[in-house]
């Protein structure tokens, strides 16, 4: 079994920062890819960034240049520093990953889900 486990969530004024992070835990052989993906009411969950084990970052164009993903390998954790954060960045956001186990292709996991909230 995989585990992912967010936290970091909250409510943050509009221009403030946070930081979400997401844990990957259990009998994982190697991850490929952490990412985190955002969820807004009543529209569709969307990539917000994505980070290989080799590297390779991705970001979606609304965030480029406010949020930073990050992945420390041996602590199977991937990190999504949030800055200038605006009104529509309000989503509850999911971390994934494509992790590979023994005996078994890689697979697709998911967190629970944090809840991002920028208001005034």
């Known amino acids: 079994q995989v585990q992912l486990v967010e936290s970091g969530g909250g409510l943050v004024q509009p221009g403030g920062s946070l930081r979400v992070s997401c844990v990957a835990s259990g009998s994982i052989v190697s991850i490929i890819t952490m990412g985190w993906y955002r969820q807004a009411p009543g529209k569709q969950r969307d990539l917000v960034a994505s980070?290989?084990?080799?590297?390779?970052?991705n970001y979606t164009d609304s965030v480029k240049g406010r949020f930073t993903i990050s992945m420390d390998n041996a602590k199977n954790t991937v990190y999504l520093e949030m800055n200038t954060l605006k009104p529509e960045d309000t989503a509850i956001y999911y971390c994934y990953a494509k992790i590979s186990r023994k005996f078994m292709r890689p697979s697709d996991y998911w967190g629970q889900g944090t809840q991002v909230t920028v208001s005034s």
């Open positions: 980070i290989t084990n080799r590297g390779n970052i």
